[in-house]
């Protein structure tokens, strides 16, 4: 009888033990959610990108772009990431992408040229990227967006 009443309060134990772990895994919510939450500039970026992957699909095609995405100019004051500081090499940068990304806009839909102000504008996010003024980590995924030339 002594056992019987030990091993259900050791099993009471258990269980309280194993409920009050899960309520509080359950109260901190994902890892991700509190290690990472993205900067005005990151959202900002992400936009980018994908207005990049939209308006290669419409160079490609021999399409119109539409009207200039003015939220870009964006780029000179939105809250940039916490490891990152609005440098001049940031603004030069920042400058020469929004120049390139008019270009591409005002270009007639008929200029042949219009992919290589396409590649133009992906170059210059690159050249950001991999200069002190930007993060390295997207390289890879914005090169993937350039138009392969055609002269073969």
Same mark, same amino acid.
């Given at each position: 009888m002594r056992y019987g009443?030990?091993?259900?309060?050791? #099993? *009471?134990?258990?269980?309280?033990?194993?409920? +009050?772990?899960? @309520?509080?895994?359950?109260?901190?919510?994902?890892?991700?959610?509190?290690?990472?939450?993205?900067s005005e500039m990151a959202l900002l970026m992400e936009d980018m990108y994908s207005s990049l992957e939209k308006?290669?699909?419409?160079?490609?095609?021999?399409?119109? #772009? *539409?009207?200039?995405?003015?939220?870009?100019? +964006?780029?000179? @004051?939105?809250?940039?990431t916490e490891t990152f500081e609005r440098t001049e090499e940031f603004k030069r940068l920042a400058d020469l992408?929004?120049?390139?990304?008019?270009?591409?806009?005002d270009a007639d839909v008929n200029d042949p040229h219009r992919a290589t102000y396409f590649?133009?504008?992906?170059?210059?996010?690159?050249?950001c990227h991999r200069s002190d003024a930007g993060c390295i980590g997207p390289v890879s995924r914005i090169g993937k967006l350039l138009i392969p030339s055609k002269s073969n």
């Open positions: 009443s030990f091993i259900y309060i050791l #099993l *009471g134990f258990v269980f309280l033990s194993c409920s +009050q772990k899960q @309520t509080k895994e359950n109260e901190t919510g994902s890892s991700f959610q509190q290690m990472y939450q993205m308006d290669r699909a419409l160079v490609e095609e021999g399409k119109t #772009l *539409g009207e200039f995405p003015e939220k870009f100019n +964006q780029i000179h @004051t939105g809250k940039m992408y929004l120049q390139s990304l008019n270009q591409l806009y590649n133009n504008t992906v170059k210059s996010c690159i050249t």
